[in-house]
């Protein structure tokens, strides 16, 4: 049944989204998929709203260890320690709340948003034509439907989240130390470029990697898949060693580009770390002159580095989003590739069939030739089955016997001719009614995981126990 058109469906136009195709950026994935949070946008404001608050609760809590430092601890008062002390627990308390509803709120939306984008493609997928199946491995769209439909939440949900977070910290951070500290705090900010470059240049390298990993992944799924579902051909033609060798390689493809992968990210943190160390260290150096010259205490100063603490955190998460953007701008471009197939048919029948049904199926001189081909396997065809009648249709391989059930049943729409059910063409008819009206057989049995009765019952998941039960209802 053709379902009605979805959010990724309604995107730009085709000269758009050969552009987006070709790499998407933010933009392009946040048009695409932006629509599939439309029921949670309030739950998003919510959640970025408790994470300022964690924030905001952060910036106070260091401030009042200045307090107490300055005034409790330097000075040896108790009285000067409960009221800064009682604030600082309360900011915590109030922090550590607004903290957890916020996570919470977010891995809501994150995981709604998997949900409903994997349940969204995976309906479009099932509206694709044979032919699309049989150029694509089985693996290569689950793996489409699991990692890459989770990467691209990275990015829309959860990573939009984490990004207003770390700026409004950036902000309330840097606001703190600059009202500490101006010339200090100038010279943090001056420095705080070199860690968006390495985010930069790192970015760069694991996008290649992740996007090598990805197609990999649905390399080995694809062998996997096949390899399980053919597992009698597999064995009776003693070819498990070959399925074997064609697995080892797909792994070692994907061995090789997570190895890629995780050495850029493994190599990214320490980066970060030492240009951290070396930034602080060169802070509180020229922190240290300014205690001397008596133009900042020593609770400041704390409170200063502190500060900074905080700042490099958010700045380095910034940077950790730039990769994230780079996974899910990889993961995007195969979700987009796979949704922008159509459908080899368009559902926009709306006659309906005569309630006397008398006139059975006609293939009037029916053409059709699969794309691809070198040569169409139906011409000028005709045949007619009428009610009551039993026709067998025999041919050898490659004659069309399949293209008739196929044309039958819709999956394709003839290039000539017209194939008529009832004397109506099956074009001016939705493809429910179509396909309620034809029953097939394939020639290899598909059993479904559940119950006897689940698979009896799956063209007809109204019939009663005794349908099912009944030999002249099965006929």
């Known amino acids: 049944v053709m379902r009605s058109r979805g959010p990724l469906d309604r995107g730009p136009s085709r000269s758009a989204r050969r552009s987006e195709l070709a790499q998407p950026g933010v933009r392009g994935i946040f048009r695409r998929f932006w629509p599939f949070l439309r029921r949670d946008r309030g739950k998003l404001l919510v959640a970025a709203v408790l994470f300022v608050v964690a924030a905001v609760m952060e910036t106070v809590a260091v401030w009042m260890f200045k307090v107490l430092t300055d005034d409790a601890l330097t000075t040896g008062k108790l009285s000067a320690f409960w009221q800064p002390g009682m604030t600082w627990l309360g900011t915590a308390v109030v922090g550590a709340a607004a903290c957890f509803g916020g996570a919470y709120l977010t891995s809501r939306v994150a995981e709604r948003f998997v949900l409903e984008l994997r349940a969204h493609v995976f309906d479009h997928v099932q509206e694709l034509s044979p032919d699309f199946f049989a150029r694509r491995g089985t693996g290569d769209l689950v793996a489409r439907l699991s990692g890459d439909v989770e990467s691209v939440e990275r990015l829309v949900g959860s990573g939009m989240l984490e990004t207003v977070s770390a700026l ?60 399980i579902a053919n597992v009698e051909l597999v064995q009776s033609c003693n070819q498990q060693r070959s399925q074997g060798e064609r697995l080892h390689r797909e792994s070692l493809r994907w061995f090789g580009a997570k190895l890629a992968e995780a050495r850029l990210s493994a190599l990214y943190a320490p980066v970060v770390t030492v240009l951290e160390t070396v930034c602080v260290l060169l802070i509180i150096g020229v922190g240290v002159w300014e205690i ?28 950790q989003i730039t990769m994230a953007v780079t996974a899910a701008r990889a993961g995007s471009e195969r979700l987009i590739e796979l949704v922008d197939q159509r459908p080899a048919v368009a559902d926009t029948g709306r006659a309906s069939l005569p309630a006397r049904r008398s006139r059975g199926i006609r293939f009037e001189r029916v053409g059709f030739g699969y794309p691809g081909a070198g040569r169409p396997a139906l011409a000028d065809f005709g045949l007619d089955v009428r009610p009551g009648e039993f026709v067998l249709v025999t ?81």
Do not use: C
């Open 168 to 227: 409004f910290s950036v902000v309330l951070y840097a606001g703190a130390a600059l009202y500490l500290s101006w010339d200090l705090a100038l010279l943090a900010l001056l420095l705080a470029p070199v860690f968006w470059l390495v985010a930069r240049k790192f970015s760069q390298r694991i996008r290649a990697a992740s996007r090598q990993e990805r197609d990999a992944n649905g390399a080995i799924s694809s062998v996997v898949a096949e390899g």
């Open 292 to 319: 001397s010259a008596q133009r900042i205490t020593i609770g400041g100063l704390i409170a200063f580095a502190a500060y900074l603490g905080y700042l490099y955190q958010p700045l380095q998460q910034l940077g």
């Open 395 to 475: 041919g050898p391989s490659g004659a069309g016997k399949s293209t008739l059930v196929k044309l039958l049943l819709r999956f394709y729409d003839p290039h000539a001719g017209r194939v008529l059910l009832d004397g109506v063409d099956l074009r001016d008819l939705p493809l429910r009614v179509v396909r309620d009206s034809i029953a097939l057989v394939p020639q290899e049995v598909a059993i479904f995981h559940g119950t006897a009765a689940d698979n009896i019952a799956f063209g007809a998941p109204d019939a009663t126990r005794d349908e099912m039960t009944d030999r002249k209802s099965v006929v």
